[in-house]
């Protein structure tokens, strides 16, 4: 009996001391959320979870100095919010410097700046809000300069493609038939816009766009001005070049003086015939539409790249009544053009004013070879359209230009 | 020779570039920045050219007494009294070509600002003039085409603005639609043309084949 | 009547209608409402949402004073925007006639409403560089070498906020102000060829083309012209609205009173050109009654 009370006893110590430990455990747990607790006492966060597979070498195609480094995102890593460190040794087990930082979603960093032929160690870290883990580093990777950027291989077959088109045609040119081109009514208009001028007794004013001659238009143009130049030595009609730009300026003279030359009326050519006005857009603009409205030109070529002035230069063309050719490949200037002009040169007509208005059969030639590659992207372009509609995606890859 | 080297210079300048795009070797990308470099320097050359084609030009005009001759004067006032401000600028005398540290304006920074800008912004400003009485004599029903782009053109220009979206939310999201897929396959159509013809015309260029922008004739 | 002298209205007629139509809404402010389209949506939601505080923007003043009534305004706003998020902002001009002298403009006057913002560290200008095409490939290897100084004359590790700062990939975004081609070759050269976000501002008359580029996601956002740019106003003042008090500064310029102008002219256009039609079809329908 004396056992069982002893034993009792004994059981409700332990009881009332396991109870005691509870409640001061569950108290200590709440008074947690209440107060800070000193370091060292609180429940460490979970670490991150690790990149996987880092991997590292040499960024293709580019010209050294760089390495890229790939990983395997741990699952989730979106939705968590992880974010990325890279980090660089050039000692596997050496002191790593931190290179850059990427957030989940993106698994590549490419690394510039470095050594060829060193080698480099890598390391991903994830870090997730104040906690962060290291990957294994990666194996020693070498950064080497290429010859070839393969990522533009598409821009190389185009390119190919192209020029063997243009080529051919234009090696076939001399040998074949003359080469059918469409009627270009703006082209079609320039003698009878010379001859107009002539007629009239008035000047003619060419203006050959505001860029300089590395502007593919600026070349074009001054072809074009080369053609009418002829013409009105031929005519003896008057014809004044004022220029924006001076290494165009310095261009159209030459071209205009040849043009004269290959008439054979050298004597009929002026200097004042070609003149450099002012590098300023809008003072240039003010110049040529001043001189529009006091000497009233009867024909105006305003062919070249223009922007913001060719709405000015045109409308004050028309308000006087000159009759008005106009061609550019800016897109935005056209609206202008078409709406003041009598005739305007759209984009690729400007390009293939030279061919048409000569007849050469070269020239011509180069023209076929552009419509069969133009031929060739639409087919491309049809092609594409069906593709993408039933989700192959082979076209948009293939075309995509970096 | 007077053919070939500019041939020979025109070959080099068009393919360096190209072939810069493809290789990425060093070397390469470093010739093909020079040469951008170059034309810059080139560019600055031909400006001094200009500027001497101005001053001839105005010089005779104001000596022959032609018509316009007193503002032959204007103009060569101008360009002396700009010039000298920058150039006096450029070495630090009158505080430089910007605004001073406390605000005020050196001489070429006030005739900048007081002058030329103004003068500037007034002629950008007569494009919204030109654009009315260009809009007036363009958007007529002719023809069907025309019927079609006066009708776009009203709906954008009102869509625009927010009295249409008071008359009816439809306006603007025509506006969007018609800037965002008609308008805009007809830009790529005309873009992509204009590009080959470029292409085109620079292939021509490079390989000697067009020659007319150097006044040499035939393209043979 | 004689419906062909009608049609032929005297031009300066015309004149004089735009004449008025820009003048009284500037004495007489209207304060029309701003209705926000897509591709300025995009743009802000690009900044608001997608970039976050200490992130880096490369501002890029491509226009010159000529088109600065349009653009001014947007990159006024997209300055603001970027200020009031705590985004750091770098600054370049590349547009030869005007860009620096605008860039130094629009930052000194949009720095000077936030006075806690320091120069050097919360923003920089790098000034102005020739050969736009060569200085953006460049500044992918190495921003330093096309701006070894900043406009003042600071070398660039000297000031805190570039220390760090060498290639895009150092930055978030880039936005453009264009007036030209140099706001497409952001996007179809930088955005293709180094894949970094480009948001660009062009003047109206060149919005229509940057449609394509922004159907091809080679843009993230697009601000055309003067609407653009009230509609990023509207967007930066209902977000912060701390900022209406600047916008509604006296005598200050913003895009939203300029639409005020572009509205009444846009419907004296209108009422032109369907003045015109009505004269047209009038005078053509006359003969067949007379016969």
């Known amino acids: 009996m004396r056992n069982s009370v002893h034993l009792a006893k004994r059981f409700s110590?332990?009881?009332?001391?396991?109870?005691?430990?509870?409640?001061?455990?569950?108290?200590?747990?709440?008074?947690?959320?209440?107060?800070?607790?000193?370091?060292?006492?609180?429940?460490?966060?979970?670490?991150?979870?690790?990149?996987?597979?880092?991997?590292?070498?040499d960024t293709k195609s580019d010209e050294g100095g760089s390495i890229t480094v790939k990983w395997t995102e741990p699952a989730g890593s979106k939705e968590m919010g992880l974010e990325y460190e890279v980090l660089r040794s050039d000692k596997q087990d050496g002191a790593y410097v931190p290179v850059g930082e990427l957030s989940a979603g993106d698994s590549e960093y490419a690394d510039t700046g470095l050594t060829d032929g060193q080698a480099y160690y890598y390391k991903v870290r994830s870090i997730l809000g104040a906690v962060s883990a290291d990957s294994e580093p990666s194996q020693a990777a070498f950064s080497k300069g290429n010859f070839f950027r393969f990522y533009r291989l598409n821009a190389l077959v185009l390119l190919a493609v192209f020029s063997s088109a243009v080529l051919y045609y234009i090696t076939r040119a001399r040998k074949a038939k003359p080469i059918y081109i469409r009627k270009i009514a703006g082209l079609d208009a320039v003698d009878e816009a010379v001859g107009r001028a002539t007629e009239m007794g008035k000047k003619m004013l060419y203006i050959p766009g505001i860029m300089s001659v590395d502007e593919i238009q600026?070349?074009?143009?001054?072809?074009?001005?080369?053609?009418?130049?002829?013409?009105?030595?031929?005519?003896?009609?008057?014809?004044?070049?004022?220029?924006?730009?001076?290494?165009?300026?310095?261009?159209?003279?030459?071209?205009?003086?040849?043009?004269?030359?290959?008439?054979?009326?050298?004597?009929?050519?002026?200097?004042?015939?070609?003149?450099?006005?002012?590098?300023?857009?809008?003072?240039?603009?003010?110049?040529?539409?001043?001189?529009?409205?006091?000497?009233?030109?009867?024909?105006?070529?305003?062919?070249?790249?223009?922007?913001?002035?060719?709405?000015?230069?045109?409308?004050?063309?028309?308000?006087?009544?000159?009759?008005?050719?106009?061609?550019?490949?800016?897109?935005?200037?056209l609206p202008f053009f078409v709406v003041a002009c009598d005739y305007t040169l759209i984009g690729e007509e400007l390009y293939a004013a030279s061919a048409y208005l000569s007849r050469e059969p070269v020239l011509l030639g180069s023209i076929k070879g552009q419509d069969i590659t133009k031929f060739l992207l639409i087919v491309a372009l049809g092609l594409g359209v069906v593709l993408e509609s039933i989700g192959i995606k082979f076209m948009a890859t293939a075309f995509k230009m970096q | 020779m007077k053919r070939q080297i500019p041939l020979l210079l025109t070959f080099f300048a068009g393919a360096i570039p190209i072939f810069a795009?493809?290789?990425?070797?060093?070397?390469?990308?470093?010739?093909?920045?020079?040469?951008?470099?170059?034309?810059?320097?080139?560019?600055?050359?031909?400006?001094?050219?200009?500027?001497?084609?101005?001053?001839?030009?105005?010089?005779?005009?104001i000596k022959r007494q032609a018509q316009g001759w007193p503002y032959a004067i204007i103009l060569l006032a101008g360009l002396a009294i700009m010039g000298f401000f920058g150039f006096a600028g450029s070495f630090n005398v009158f505080g430089g070509i910007a605004t001073r540290p406390d605000g005020s304006s050196t001489p070429f920074d006030w005739l900048y600002k007081y002058g030329f800008l103004p003068l500037q912004g007034t002629m950008f400003a007569l494009l919204a003039f030109f654009m009315a009485s260009a809009s007036y004599r363009a958007f007529?029903?002719?023809?069907?085409?025309?019927?079609?782009?006066?009708?776009?053109?009203?709906?954008?220009?009102?869509?625009?603005?927010?009295?249409?979206?008071?008359?009816?939310?439809?306006?603007?999201?025509?506006?969007e639609w018609i800037m965002g897929k008609p308008s805009m396959a007809a830009q790529r159509g005309i873009m992509i043309g204009a590009a080959l013809g470029a292409a085109s015309m620079a292939l021509r260029v490079i390989l000697g084949i067009e020659r007319s922008y150097l006044g040499l004739g035939k393209g043979e | 009547m004689n419906l062909e002298r009608i049609m032929q209205v005297d031009r300066r007629i015309i004149y004089l209608f735009v004449a008025v139509g820009t003048i009284l809404p500037i004495?007489?402010?209207?304060?029309?409402?701003?209705?926000?389209?897509?591709?300025?949506?995009?743009?802000?939601?690009?900044?608001?949402?997608?970039?976050?505080?200490?992130?880096?923007?490369?501002?890029?003043?491509?226009?010159?004073?000529?088109s600065a009534p349009e653009n001014a305004p947007m990159a006024d706003a997209i300055l603001r925007h970027c200020f009031s998020k705590g985004i750091k902002v770098v600054v370049i001009a590349l547009y030869p006639l005007g860009g620096l002298s605008e860039a130094v403009n629009e930052l000194n006057k949009v720095a000077a409403e936030f006075p806690q913002l320091k120069y050097g560290v919360d923003y920089v200008n790098l000034g102005y560089k020739d050969g736009a095409q060569a200085a953006m490939k460049k500044m992918a290897e190495n921003i330093h070498e096309v701006f070894p100084t900043d406009v003042n004359g600071t070398p660039l590790d000297q000031l805190p906020l570039m220390k760090h700062i060498r290639t895009y990939k150092d930055m978030k975004l880039v936005v453009s102000l264009a007036t030209g081609i140099i706001g497409e070759w952001w996007a179809n050269l930088v955005n293709a060829q180094f894949r970094i976000p480009v948001i660009v501002g062009p003047t109206a008359v060149s919005a229509p083309k940057y449609y394509a580029y922004l159907e091809a996601k080679q843009m993230v956002g697009l601000l055309g012209g003067l609407k653009g740019a009230s509609e990023y106003e509207r967007l930066v003042i209902d977000k912060y609205p701390a900022l209406a008090q600047v916008y509604s500064t006296p005598g200050l310029y913003t895009a939203t009173k300029g639409m005020d102008v572009q509205s009444i002219v846009h419907l004296i256009m209108i009422a032109f050109i369907l003045f015109g039609n009505v004269v047209y079809f009038t005078s053509k329908r006359k003969p067949r009654k007379a016969s």
């Not at chain 1, 002012?278 to 790249?305: C, H």
């Open chain 3, 27 to 66: 004495i007489f402010v209207v304060g029309l409402p701003v209705s926000i389209t897509p591709p300025v949506q995009m743009a802000f939601d690009r900044i608001e949402n997608k970039l976050h505080e200490g992130d880096i923007v490369l501002v890029s003043f491509d226009y010159g004073p000529s």
């Open chain 1, 13 to 57: 110590v332990c009881w009332l001391c396991l109870t005691l430990v509870l409640m001061l455990s569950s108290a200590r747990v709440q008074g947690q959320t209440a107060q800070t607790e000193p370091a060292g006492n609180s429940i460490p966060e979970p670490a991150p979870p690790v990149a996987g597979a880092v991997t590292a070498s």
């Open chain 1, 218 to 333: 600026t070349i074009a143009s001054l072809a074009i001005l080369g053609h009418i130049a002829k013409l009105s030595a031929t005519y003896n009609a008057d014809l004044e070049v004022p220029n924006k730009d001076p290494l165009t300026f310095a261009a159209a003279r030459e071209t205009v003086k040849e043009a004269y030359l290959e008439a054979g009326r050298p004597d009929l050519f002026r200097e004042e015939m070609v003149n450099y006005v002012t590098y300023d857009q809008f003072a240039y603009t003010a110049s040529v539409t001043g001189k529009m409205v006091r000497e009233r030109p009867a024909t105006n070529f305003l062919i070249g790249s223009f922007y913001a002035e060719s709405l000015l230069l045109a409308e004050t063309g028309q308000a006087i009544g000159a009759i008005q050719i106009s061609g550019t490949a800016e897109v935005a200037q």
């Open chain 2, 21 to 61: 795009f493809f290789v990425p070797e060093k070397h390469v990308g470093l010739v093909s920045t020079t040469l951008d470099s170059w034309l810059i320097i080139v560019a600055g050359f031909a400006l001094l050219l200009g500027v001497v084609n101005v001053v001839q030009m105005n010089a005779n005009k």
């Open chain 2, 140 to 175: 007529r029903a002719r023809n069907t085409e025309a019927t079609i782009l006066l009708f776009a053109a009203l709906i954008v220009m009102f869509g625009r603005i927010p009295f249409g979206e008071m008359v009816s939310k439809w306006f603007p999201l025509a506006t």
